[in-house]
């Protein structure tokens, strides 16, 4: 599985920005796609998964003001953010999540997001 993200950039706090991610390949029906966010220093951390039901979840930090969605026929995920806030600053990590068989993660390749206060 191959994931092609897209998006991010600077926006100043208060903006919206919208990412984008992609999976090709060998794709199993059985998966959930998200995103995770890091910064320096720190672990990265989970903003927002969705399972192929549509069955979503979105960190506390983050909850009414992200919303992840998927489009299971183009096998995308997007992360819309809303009211964005400087501590939301870092590289943002979409992931394929496949349940069939040994579980495993694929990496999109990133994408920073600058929120400027």
């Known amino acids: 599985v191959q994931l092609q993200a897209s998006g991010g950039g600077l926006v100043q706090a208060g903006g919206s920005l919208r990412l984008s991610c992609e999976a090709s390949?060998?794709?199993?029906?059985?998966?959930?796609m998200g995103w995770y966010r890091q910064t320096p220093g720190k672990q990265r951390e989970l903003v927002a998964s969705i399972t192929g039901s549509g069955s979503d979840n979105h960190a506390v930090s983050v909850k009414g003001r992200f919303t992840i969605s998927r489009d299971n026929a183009k096998n995308t995920v997007d992360l819309h953010m809303n009211n964005l806030k400087p501590e939301d600053t870092a590289v943002y990590y979409c992931?394929?999540?496949?349940?069939?068989?040994?579980?495993?993660?694929?990496w999109g390749q990133g994408t920073l997001v600058t929120v400027s206060s």
């Open positions: 390949g060998s794709i199993s029906s059985n998966n959930v």
């Open positions: 992931f394929f999540l496949a349940l069939a068989g040994p579980r495993r993660y694929y």
